[in-house]
Structures are given as structure tokens and as C-alpha cells.
Nanobody
């Protein structure tokens, strides 16, 4: 089991940037993909981005392509989400997640390890 701890959330004005971090401990080598999801009040948890733990493959939701960048530092067992050109509709709790699946990785049900979440608020 992988333990995940997110950090880096906060309040930012529209057009600003934030970088989220996700520190993995336990058995991070058991995770094949690391993903970021977000959940706004009253909405379902939605996929944001994912990165393969041992390579360079990345996947992004259409809503964040060109604005968000997912990356990882294997030496630090940490995954990052750089968020630029933030919009008020990006406001949500952002969750880091890990999965050993090599199939579809854009749905929350594919992930079996989750962090506690970090709040991102974008003001207009």
C-alpha cells in the first residue's frame, strides 16, 4: 500500500499559478501510474492528469491541457502538478492517487491509494 500526502494548495487569483506536490511513501514502486483528481462542491471527482511512475507517459483531461503539467521526481518519491493560467472553475479539492493498473487510468475506481486532498481556490 502506498501512502500519499499532498501539499501546495491555496488561494490564488485567476491567471495565477500553483504547484501541488504529492509525497509517496510505503511501497511507491508498486504504483504504476500516479494521478491527480479534483472534486468541487456538489460535483463528482474528476480526472485531471496522470503520469507513469517509471517513464514519461502522461495523460491530461481536456479541460487542463496546455495549462497543467504533471511531473515526478523518483529520487524524492514525489509527483507534482504545475497549474498555470488558473481559472475560477479550477477551484476544488485536489487529490493525489496511485494505481498498479495498466488499463484505463482516468476513472477514480482504478486507483486504490489516495491522499487526503489539498484545497485550491481561484478567485475571479
Amino acid at each position: 500500500q502506498v501512502q500519499l500526502v499532498e501539499s501546495g494548495g491555496g488561494l490564488v487569483q485567476a491567471g495565477g499559478s500553483l504547484r501541488l506536490s504529492c509525497a509517496a511513501s510505503g511501497r511507491p514502486s508498486s504504483a504504476y501510474y500516479m494521478g491527480w483528481f479534483r472534486q468541487a462542491p456538489g460535483k463528482e471527482r474528476e480526472f485531471v492528469a496522470a503520469i507513469i511512475w517509471s517513464g514519461t507517459n502522461t495523460v491530461y483531461a481536456d479541460s487542463v491541457k496546455g495549462r497543467f503539467t504533471i511531473s515526478r521526481d523518483n529520487a524524492k518519491n514525489t509527483v507534482y502538478l504545475q497549474m498555470n493560467s488558473l481559472k475560477p472553475e479550477d477551484t476544488a479539492v485536489y487529490y493525489c492517487a496511485a494505481t498498479a493498473t495498466r488499463g484505463v487510468i482516468t476513472g477514480p475506481s482504478a486507483y486504490n491509494s489516495w491522499g487526503q486532498g489539498t484545497q485550491v481556490t481561484v478567485s475571479s
